[in-house]
C-alpha cells in the first residue's frame, strides 16, 4: 500500500472517530436533557395533583373570580370611583352579563383536567426554569455563569408579577368587556365553559410570558442579536403596540383606565432596553480589556 493510501486512510479514520465522538456527546447531552425534562414534568404532575385535591376553592374563587361582581379588582375600581367621582360611574363595575354553559357530556370533567394541568404548569414554572438552568450550566464559563446566576430568581419572580397582572388587571377587564359586548339587542352572550377558561389561561399565561421580556432581551442581547439602538428606535411601534392592547381590554373609553393597563407595560419595554444596554456596555469593556492585554 503506497503512502498516500495510508494517509487517506489514517484521516478517514480519524474523521470517523471525531463523527463518532460528535454522536455520542450529543446523544449524551439529549440523555441529559431528557433526564431534567422528566423531573419537570414530575413536579408540575405534583402540583397538578394538589390542584386536583382544592379543585372546589380554585374553581370557585380563582377561575370564576373575575364573573363576579365581588371580584377584588371591580371593587378597587368602584373605590376609586367613589375617591375620584369625574372617573365616572362606568368604572364601577356591579354587574358581569353573559352566562356560562356546558354544551358536551365530558365539559365539566375536561374543565377540571385542564384547569388543575394550567395550575399545575404556573406552579411548576419555577422548577422548570431551574432544571434547564442546570441543564445549560455546566456549558457556560465562569463569568457568563456569574453574570447569569440569577436567571431562575429573576425569571421567576417577572412570571409570577406577569401572572398577578394578567389575572387580576387584563383577565378581569378583558372578560367585562367581552363579556358585556354586543351588536345587537337580539343577541344574547351565553359562552361556554372551554370558551371561557381558555381566555382565562391565554391571557393569564399570556401575560405572564410577556413579562418574561427582560429575560429574553438579556438573552438575545448576549448572543448579539438585540441591541439597545434597535430597540430605541422601535419604541414608536411598541408604544402602538402597547396602546392597542390597554385600549382593547380597558372597559371604558377613559384616558386614565387605559394608561393603568399600558403603564406596566411600558415599563417593560423601557427595563428591556435598560438590560440591553447594560449587556452591550459589559461587551465593549470586555472587549477594550482584551485588545489593551
Known amino acids: 500500500m503506497s ?3 495510508k494517509n487517506l486512510l489514517t484521516k478517514a479514520i480519524g474523521q470517523k472517530s471525531t463523527t463518532l465522538e460528535a454522536e455520542m456527546s450529543f446523544f449524551d447531552h439529549l440523555d441529559v436533557l431528557r433526564k431534567h425534562l422528566i423531573r419537570a414534568v414530575i413536579a408540575i404532575a405534583v402540583f397538578t395533583g394538589i390542584a386536583f385535591y382544592f379543585n372546589e376553592e380554585i374553581l370557585d374563587k380563582i377561575i370564576f ?3 363576579k361582581p365581588d371580584f377584588w379588582t371591580y371593587r378597587m375600581m368602584c373605590k376609586l370611583v367613589e375617591h375620584f367621582p369625574s372617573l365616572g360611574k362606568d368604572m364601577c363595575i356591579t354587574k358581569i352579563n353573559g352566562e356560562i354553559i356546558n354544551t358536551e357530556m365530558a365539559g365539566q370533567f375536561n374543565l377540571q383536567l385542564n384547569v388543575c394541568v394550567m395550575c399545575g404548569i404556573i406552579l411548576g414554572f419555577p422548577y422548570l426554569l431551574w432544571e434547564i438552568w442546570r441543564f445549560i450550566k455546566p456549558a457556560l464559563h465562569e463569568n457568563e455563569r456569574k453574570s447569569a446566576s440569577g436567571f431562575v430568581f429573576f425569571a421567576s419572580v417577572l412570571f409570577i408579577i406577569g401572572i398577578i397582572f394578567g389575572y387580576f388587571i387584563i383577565c378581569a377587564l378583558s372578560i367585562n368587556f367581552l363579556t358585556g359586548y ?30 418574561e421580556l427582560p429575560i429574553i432581551i438579556f438573552i438575545l442581547s448576549k448572543l448579539g442579536l438585540m441591541t439597545p439602538k434597535l ?28 394608561l393603568t393597563v399600558a403603564a406596566p407595560l411600558f415599563l417593560l419595554y423601557e427595563a428591556s432596553i435598560f438590560v440591553s444596554a447594560y449587556i452591550e456596555r459589559k461587551k465593549k469593556k470586555a472587549e477594550a480589556a482584551f485588545y489593551a492585554n
Do not use: C, H, Q, W
Open 3 to 5: 503512502d498516500t493510501k
Open 65 to 67: 373570580g373575575p364573573k
Open 182 to 211: 354586543t351588536v345587537s339587542s337580539e343577541i344574547k352572550n351565553t359562552f361556554t365553559i372551554d370558551s371561557y377558561v381558555s381566555s382565562i389561561a391565554t391571557l393569564t399565561l399570556g401575560t405572564g410570558i410577556i413579562f
Open 231 to 258: 430597540m430605541r428606535s422601535s419604541r414608536r411601534y411598541a408604544t402602538v403596540i402597547i396602546l392597542i392592547i390597554a385600549a382593547i381590554v380597558t372597559p371604558t373609553p377613559d384616558i386614565l383606565t387605559m
